[in-house]
């Protein structure tokens, strides 16, 4: 049976950029739900012994588990935002600037293009910085959807459903991601899952 993980920060840590108060509907409530959810969806199925990222893969695209996908998908999805944020205001290494250099043009240019693509999801979803076929790239996806599904491998992720910024920002959507983007981004946890 999965379990709750701790969040990697205490829950007023991000404040003010992301309230306690958020925290308590969004990880409290929202996360816990998913991970109640799968688990009874699971449970006396051969599903309970793998892993949540095992579930996800062979779940994928199969309209009978759906409800499993989707919050399997959501649990993850979740765990990785909260390690994805970090009170620190932690700076990528000169390898990985390079690196987004490289993919993006400029620092500028990347950040431009996350709040872009974050901005343009429509309705609930994700915008996640990924690595694939050696290049960095951005993308979102919609509603439980993950980069894991489709062989690709994330490397940070900003969660743009409403219930994530709402109590804190209503619908100014575009500061919250910059106070993300520029603020709250953990840049180790990103370099750990390059393995910089």
């Known amino acids: 049976m999965f379990t709750l993980p701790s969040l990697p920060f205490a829950p007023s840590a991000l404040e003010p950029h992301i309230s306690a108060r958020t925290l308590e509907f969004h990880y409290g409530k929202h996360y816990q739900a998913y991970v109640d959810n799968l688990n009874k969806l699971i449970a006396g199925t051969e599903l309970e012994a793998k892993s949540l990222e095992e579930i996800i893969i062979v779940t994928f695209n199969q309209p009978d588990k759906a409800a499993i996908f989707n919050n399997a998908a959501q649990a993850y999805n979740h765990n990785f935002y909260w390690q994805s944020l970090s009170s620190d205001s932690s700076k990528p ?88 983007l520029t603020i709250l981004l953990n840049w180790n946890f990103a370099e750990k899952n390059l393995a910089l």
């Open 93 to 180: 290494s000169l390898e990985l600037v390079a690196m987004i250099n490289t993919s993006f043009g400029t620092w500028d240019a990347f950040v431009e293009q996350f709040t872009t693509l974050a901005l343009s999801q429509f309705g609930s979803g994700w915008a996640w910085l990924i690595m694939e076929e050696g290049k960095l790239k951005i993308i979102k996806t919609a509603n439980a959807d993950t980069p894991i599904a489709h062989g690709q491998k994330p490397l940070l992720v900003v969660d743009v459903w409403e219930h994530a910024y709402y109590l804190d920002y209503q619908n100014r959507r575009a500061d919250y991601i910059k106070n993300i």
